[in-house]
């Protein structure tokens, strides 16, 4: 089992930037392949960016070069820094945490982008 607690979001002007962290509790973090998602009102949930066990890591295309994904296996924590943010990118984030068969996500954190 593991448990996941979103912090960070908040309201921001566009343009303006945010760090999200996402602690991780319960079992063996540095194993499990971490991912911010992001869920705006009546659309789906969509991958934001994704970081390996490993270190690798990759994105949504939308958020490529503004977005920056890292993990701090000491801490048991995973961030992701958004800069330059547009209003379309008002959304509930959530990160997640996988291995193998086993997903968990976390509450979500509110991000509002003002214009």
């Known amino acids: 089992q593991v448990q996941l607690v979103e912090s960070g979001g908040g309201l921001v002007q566009a343009g303006g930037s945010l760090t999200l962290s996402c602690a991780a509790s319960?079992?063996?973090?540095?194993?499990?392949?971490m991912g911010w998602y992001r869920q705006a009102p009546g659309k789906q949930r969509e991958l934001v960016a994704r970081i390996t066990s490993g270190g690798n890591s990759n994105y949504a295309d939308s958020v490529k070069g503004r977005f920056t994904i890292s993990r701090d296996n000491a801490k048991n924590t995973v961030y992701l820094q958004m800069n330059s943010l547009k209003p379309e990118q008002t959304a509930v984030y959530y990160c997640?945490?996988?291995?193998?068969?086993?997903?968990?996500w976390g509450q979500g954190t509110q991000v509002a982008v003002a214009s």
């Open positions: 997640d945490a996988v291995r193998g068969v086993n997903i968990y």
């Open positions: 319960g079992s063996i973090f540095s194993r499990y392949t």
